[in-house]
């Protein structure tokens, strides 16, 4: 595990670069709004998201640069949503990532932009990306429809919307399921069919690196619940116990935290019999994230 460990930081690192790049290619924009997107960008994180892009392409034989500018994509968006999510009206949170949320820095009025500036570019990257790359036409388009469904109304935002209008609320743990499928999920699996689909992947591979996502998506949001009830905050980078505090359904709250481990437990087994099942698929680093995903203590 300690060797999967440093291959992950050197996958984080290659991210990391590749977006400093990214952000020095950036023109006319205002300074202030740009310093205010990089600010939350490169923040750090764990890049699960655009690590997950990698590691599915490297799976099915693609190359790592081919990938990553469209693994950049992905990041973006997710710190998009990082800095709505953390917003006032939203959960109102003043620490991600160990430092203060954009909004506590910039303002309030400057991070709703800046997430805005970010979702934009990233869809921008997607088409310049793709234009550079190998991707067939029609594939690219099939990509971006996929990616404004997964982060958009019917995905993540979604989410976000149920999880808000959950709060001081008791919904059931089939109704909290979804909600985590859309606000955590989602991404995380067009991360994964993204990576599979820059590769060519057949539809027999398609579907098992599906299944695998859905799985470790819900798995990981599991985790954050059972982190913010017994993690340490300076590994996590955020308070403990906000959930609780804002009178948000968890897992942990419905189940438990023994049964709540169970629950992940078990997702974690499925997601690597999916891969295990398709013997085409070189999925040792896959299967070896799973390991490490419900090992974190960030």
Same mark, same amino acid.
């Given at each position: ?25 950036w ?24 690590i ?12 790592e ?54 979702? =934009?570019?990233?869809? &921008? ?9 190998? #991707? +067939?036409? /029609?594939?690219?388009?099939? *990509? ?6 997964s ?41 994964v ?14 579907y ?9 998506g ?33 897992? =942990?709250?419905?189940? &438990? ?9 078990? #997702? +974690?087994? /499925?997601?690597?019999?999916? *891969? ?23």
């Amino acid at each position: 595990m300690n060797d999967f460990k440093l291959y992950l930081k050197e996958k984080e690192e290659v991210v990391h670069r590749a977006l400093e790049e990214s952000v020095a290619q950036w023109c006319d924009i205002p300074d202030s709004l740009k310093e205010a997107m990089a600010y939350s960008l490169l923040g750090g994180g764990k890049r699960l998201r655009p690590i997950l892009v990698l590691l599915a392409c490297e799976a099915l034989g693609g190359e790592e640069k081919e990938a990553l500018p469209f693994a950049c994509v992905v990041e973006m968006i997710h710190t998009y949503s990082l800095i709505h999510d953390d917003l006032p009206a939203m959960d109102d949170d003043d620490v991600r990532r160990g430092r203060p949320t954009n909004h506590k820095v910039y303002g309030e009025w400057m991070a709703i932009l800046a997430g805005d500036a970010l979702l =934009t570019k990233a869809f &921008g990257q997607f088409a310049s990306a793709s234009r550079a790359s190998s #991707l +067939a036409p /029609e594939v690219a388009l099939e *990509l971006i429809e996929k990616m404004s469904v997964s982060v958009g109304a019917e995905g993540m935002v979604a989410g976000q919307v149920r999880d808000i209008q959950s709060e001081n609320k008791e919904i059931t743990l089939s109704e909290l399921e979804t909600i985590h499928h859309r606000k955590t999920g989602d991404l995380i699996s067009f991360s994964v069919c993204l990576g599979a689909q820059l590769a060519g992947a057949n539809k027999s591979q398609l579907y098992a690196l599906k299944e695998y996502a859905v799985r470790i998506g819900l798995a990981f949001q599991i985790q954050d619940d059972i982190l913010d009830v017994i993690g340490d905050q300076e590994k996590i980078g955020k308070p403990v116990g906000s959930d609780e505090a804002k009178h948000k359904s968890t897992v =942990t709250g419905l189940m &438990g935290l023994e049964q709540a481990r169970i629950w992940m437990e078990r #997702l +974690a087994r /499925e997601a690597k019999t999916a *891969l295990q099942n398709e013997p085409s698929i070189k999925a040792t680093p896959l299967l070896q994230l799973v390991d490490y995903l419900m090992q974190r203590d960030r």
